[in-house]
């Protein structure tokens, strides 16, 4: 049995930042698909997306300066370092990558508004796909972070 010493499961500080970025998004992303689903079956049609999506930017945005403050408290020296070459290569890639699940899912949302006619479901499905898009990112760059290494 192969036992990890601290150094070999050490992660860069925004290795750090996209794994906790990662579950923030997706616990917020959950969210806000029930708050729209059970406000959906309760009015009998797609909720509009003012009610949840304020709710939904207030935890998203305050979940996420919390946890970059936690982070950069534990590691001030990392976090005020700005990204080296392969960082920015990491980063640059985990971007483009993420840009091709945004779109995707964007064409897909409006392919539906040709069919269904729907403006409320419309704005959830590219909301959605933001979401889905962005966790994406943080799941590229940890991904690219482990293949650097």
């Known amino acids: ?43 009998g049609y797609t909720a509009p997306p003012t009610g949840p999506l304020i709710g939904y930017t207030v935890i998203l945005v305050t979940a996420s300066v919390v946890a970059q403050i936690i982070l950069a408290l534990l590691s001030p020296k990392e976090a005020d370092a700005p990204a080296d070459e392969r960082e920015r290569r990491i980063i640059d890639r985990a971007g483009n990558w993420s840009g091709y699940v945004l779109a995707t899912g964007v064409i897909f949302a409006l392919g539906h508004f040709l069919f269904f006619a729907d403006g409320n479901l419309l704005f959830h499905l590219v909301m959605g796909a933001m979401i889905v898009a962005t966790l994406a990112d943080y799941l590229f760059l940890i991904l690219l972070y482990h293949r650097a290494d």
């Open 1 to 43: 049995m192969k036992f990890f010493t601290p150094q070999e499961i050490a992660m860069s500080f925004r290795e750090k930042s996209a794994w906790v970025m990662s579950v923030i998004i997706a616990g917020t992303g959950v969210w806000y698909y029930l708050a729209i689903t059970a406000a959906s079956r309760t009015l």
